[in-house]
């Protein structure tokens, strides 16, 4: 290694190698990335949690990256072949690509036709055509036929001549690594229709006749062309325009044929120099072309095509992982009794009442809607719940019949209005998978299946961070094809999003569910099944410290979770705070010298803010600690989630037949893409706002306008009934489109460095519907 580990990741965060060596050594040692960040900042110059997790990934890829290396230099020095140039070559080498390229001549292989011509004696043929082409090639290779070698003449010398030099050059890693960028940066992707395939394969029709530049494709769009692939629909091509511009045999070298024989010093043959040519030179041309075409280039293509899926999914991934933190970190109700409706029309509408502590309580089934419509019945039967349990919320799922059941809640408010109930649609993405899996079957062993669901509606409006966890993230609903990429990295990246929003905002030990604790730093599934267990068998837990009783739980694991554990009205003010217990002594020192109680200097914000944190530092607390404890005193335990607050549906917009352009809308924005964010407005269908049509400056990533959970207003712009799609816009000014440009698939515009200007009349909305297609 000429740069080590530490000193490169330092060098792509910008931080000292200090810094990067001393969160290694934790990580190495078992601490986690959310202990590190929050109770270890003198130790690592305060990186934060981003730059830790970005850390962690590149450690995992640079030790993989020295794991290969040290395999291929012991393959290259068992085969005598290891010099003291390659191996400089290999220790440089800074990327797996880079590495594979030097190895692939001596990358253990198949018997190759070029093996079989070098057995044949026909290297020293192939390598005085390459050296001296004035050499005529037939003449040179009549003293290679020998039959008994399987070089029956002149022809067969020639071809296993040219096989040789076809893998000399194929396997040069300066080559590869030039011919590499510039089909990465020249190469189109063309996208056709597979015969036959037209009404099967409708939904990807605008992939039936598509190209674009391949480093210019969007996530979204290239893992909907490669889905379309695998599924049948698509065959995908990638091709060079300088090719298709110079069709047959005739047609000059393109730049990369031009790129391979300037490497070895090939000339172009008489015919496209005008020029005396040398004997050999149409030979080396013809072989130089076949090596592009029968090897380098079919190599190349699936390389870069697998690389084009790689950064899709590596994007689709960060998509989904910045909205499943949004959607997790969304503002809780809080501990109010909740009733939760899991919508249904022939099933029946479930309803399950749980308490300010999300236990379920009383549970029934109504049917309002077709085919009994007992609406009478269902109103009467949710507002005696709400009397008997003293229901503050409803909480109803977002699936079919949930607009009907929206106005059947509404209805109870209206009748009842002195029980003051509040109502609110949720995202029920996810509550089928809770409510059959093994820890809902424990949680409730005699309750059905579809109860359970509305229990995990009514809970998600609660908390949703706590009912959320308990899920499969995939299961979530907002990623784009997240069922389309690398299914373990999208788990991993998942579950580090899940980990990092836990220990944000802390867990109460005394009410948290075991799948909530197990998210928690140090903590596993067994050690959080230990916990719930002793707290069932012993109740509450009193300190922090009580902790070190549960069975397996040491000292090592209480360090990295301790300060995530909240225990609320216990013996100790500081357990209820993000103060961790190694840092109590320092809290003691600050009330001696204030002469005031723990529970007296909680919360006192100006007694707090005028303290000096040097003068409470030493050698065992610096002052990013101090700050964040005396932040922390003042107050204690915050939640950093947002405010609660909640969308209200237009009345009599329930379908999409209800929907007209100009309409302006409330709703919840349900998913943030790369190309805009969908918005829940109540109709069954969530509509598109464009990534143009976000804000009324440009907007290079929608994250950074909207995220997953916010309430919006919306204008409609476009309605396409045929394939239920929806334009939105937030630009409430924006004029709506002209009917015509519904189906009209123009071109979207590129992003400008500039402020875009307001679009014209239907130009946006055409760009903007083509955008959803393509989206979708």
Known sequence: MITSITQRIAQELFVHPNQVQAAVDLLDGGATVPFISRYRKEATGSLDDTQMRTLEERLRYLRELEERRSAILKSVAEQGKLSAELEKE????????????????????????????????????????????????????LAYVDADKGVADVKAALEGARHILMEKFSEDAELLGKLRDYLWDNG???????????????????????????KAIPSHRALAQ???????????ALVLEEDEQAQGRAAPPNRCEQMIARRFLVKPPLAQTGEGGRPADKWLNETVRWAWRVKIFLHLDLELTSRLREAAEAEAIRVFARNLHDLLLAAPAGPRTTIGLDPGLRSGVK???????????????????????????????????????RAELISIGNGTA????????????????????????????????????ELAAREFPDVDVTIRGAVSIARRLQDPLAELVKIDPKSIGVGQYQHDVNQYDLARGLDAVVEDCVNKVGVDVNTASA??????????????????DYRDQYGAFSSRSALKKVPRLGDKTFEQAAGFLRIMNGDNPLDASAVHPESYPLVERIVARLKVGIKGLIGDSNTLRRLAPTEFTDEKFGLPTVKDILSELEKPGRDPRPEFKTATFQEGVEELKDLQPGMILEGVVTNVANFGAFVDIGVHQDGLVHISALAQKFVKDPHSIVKAGDVVRVKVLEIDPIRRRIALTMRLSDDTAPAASTLRNEPSRKPQAKREPAPQVGGAMAAAMAKLRKGG
């Not at 189109?188 to 391949?214: H, N």
């Not at 695998?230 to 995908?236: A, I, K, S, T, Y």
């Open 90 to 141: 290999l220790l440089g080498a800074d990327s797996k690509v880079r590495l594979e390229d030097l190895y692939l001549p001596y990358k253990p292989k198949r018997r190759t036709k070029a093996m079989i011509a070098r057995e044949a004696g026909l290297e020293p043929l192939a390598e005085v055509l390459l050296a001296d082409p004035m050499r005529v090639p037939e003449e040179a290779a």
């Open 188 to 214: 189109v992707l063309k996208s056709t229709l597979v015969a036959g395939k037209e009404i099967e394969g409708a939904k990807f029709r605008d992939y039936f006749d598509s190209r674009e530049p391949l």
């Open 226 to 236: 490669l889905r379309g692939r695998n599924e049948g629909f698509l065959q995908l």
């Open 515 to 532: 799948p909530l604790l197990a998210r928690i730093s140090g903590l596993n599934a067994t050690l959080a099944g230990n916990i719930v």
């Open 402 to 437: 949930s607009r009907e059941t929206d106005k059947l809640a509404n209805e109870v408010i209206k009748r009842h209005p002195d029980l003051k109930l509040q109502k609110l649609v949720v995202s029920e993405a996810g509550a089928s998978v809770y409510s059959a899996s």
């Open 351 to 389: 309803v399950a009442v749980v308490d300010t502590t999300g236990k379920l309580v009383d549970f029934s089934t109504i049917y309002p809607h077709e085919p009994k419509r007992e609406w009478e019945k269902s109103v009467a039967v949710i507002a005696a719940l709400a009397t008997k349990h």
